[in-house]
C-alpha cells in the first residue's frame, strides 16, 4: 500500500516553501499596526479571564476595543484614498 501524503507533499511543496514576495512583505508591514492593536486587545481580554473585574480592566479593555477599530478605520481610509488616487 502506497502512502497517499507523500505523493501529495511533493505535488505541492513548491507553494508552501517559497520565500515571501516583496509585495507580500509590504502588506505584512502595512497591516502591522493592525496586528499590534488586536495583540493588545487579544492581552487585554486574557487578563479578564481569571481575574475579577475591575474599573482598570474593563478600561483597558476599552481602550484596546477602540485601538482596533480606530486602526481598522485608518487602514481603509488610506486604502480608499490609495484606490481613489490610482483611478
Known amino acids: 500500500m502506497k502512502p497517499i501524503a507523500a505523493v501529495q507533499a ?33 492581552d487585554a481580554q486574557i487578563a479578564l479571564l481569571d481575574r475579577a473585574t475591575s474599573e482598570l480592566n474593563t478600561r483597558r479593555l476599552r481602550r484596546a476595543r477602540r485601538r482596533v477599530l480606530a486602526t481598522r478605520r485608518e487602514l481603509t481610509n488610506r486604502a480608499t484614498a490609495t484606490a481613489g488616487e490610482a483611478a
Open 10 to 42: 511533493v505535488v505541492t511543496a513548491d507553494e508552501y516553501d517559497r520565500e515571501p514576495t516583496a509585495a507580500e512583505l509590504d502588506a505584512i508591514e502595512t497591516e502591522m499596526p493592525l496586528i499590534r492593536a488586536e495583540v493588545e486587545l487579544l
